[in-house]
Structures are given as structure tokens and as C-alpha cells.
């Protein structure tokens, strides 16, 4: 019923900047909450950043002040905003969902991931 498509990811250089886009198709009546989860190689999956459908906003410490994260008006959509990356921000950043569907049942929902590889 839900779908989430994520792009943006790519490998660049540490410094250098990139835009994580995380668009939700389906049979949506209400999109709750949207995060950004990172799974990095040797390392436990961590929230990177989460926005509420108020628009309240939150980040995790390692990247407060570098990384934006953000929503269209119809909130369907999601961004982050990543600058002055570093070679620690590797890895697959995956998009979570927490949406109300037409039928209002409220599920949890995952995208596949997009990589972000940092090279120092």
C-alpha cells in the first residue's frame, strides 16, 4: 500500500556535500513522522535525523550543525541535506515512515536505502 523511494546518494569527497531525497507513494491519508537511519560497515544502525509532520526536527549529535533535514509542503516528501561530509558518515541511509493509510491503519514502513560513501 505504501511505498518509499529514496535517491541522492553517491561517493564524494570529505567536505563535499549531497542531498538525500525519500519520496512516499501510495495509499497514504496521513504521514506521521519520516526519518534517516544510517547503517554503516562495523557499526550498529543509528538514527541520523527525523522530522515530525508539525515540522519539529531532530538530529543525531554526530551531525548537528552540518546536516538539514526537511519536508515539502504536502509533506509527502523528505530531504537531508548533507554538507561538509565526513568519511564517518558512510554508509546505506535507509528512510523510515510512520503513516496513516486511507483505511487509517498506522504502520511503519522502510525504504531500501541509498548509499553514501565519504572518502577522505
Known amino acids: 500500500q505504501v511505498q518509499l523511494v529514496e535517491s541522492g546518494g553517491g561517493s564524494v569527497q570529505a567536505g563535499g556535500s549531497l542531498r538525500l531525497s525519500c519520496a512516499a507513494s501510495?495509499?497514504?491519508?496521513?504521514?506521521?513522522?519520516m526519518g534517516w537511519y544510517r547503517q554503516a560497515p562495523g557499526k550498529q544502525r543509528e538514527l541520523v535525523a527525523g522530522?515530525?509532520?508539525?515540522?519539529?526536527?531532530s538530529y543525531a549529535d554526530s551531525v548537528k550543525g552540518r546536516f538539514t533535514i526537511s519536508s515539502d509542503s504536502a509533506k509527502i516528501t523528505k530531504y537531508l541535506q548533507m554538507n561538509s561530509l565526513k568519511p564517518e558518515d558512510t554508509g546505506v541511509h535507509v528512510c523510515?515512515?510512520?503513516?496513516?493509510?486511507?483505511?487509517?491503519?498506522?504502520?511503519?514502513?522502510w525504504g531500501n536505502g541509498t548509499l553514501v560513501t565519504v572518502s577522505s
Open positions: 523510515n515512515v510512520d503513516a496513516t493509510t486511507v483505511d487509517y491503519s498506522t504502520k511503519n514502513y
Open positions: 501510495g495509499s497514504i491519508r496521513r504521514i506521521n513522522a
Open positions: 522530522i515530525t509532520r508539525g515540522g519539529s526536527a
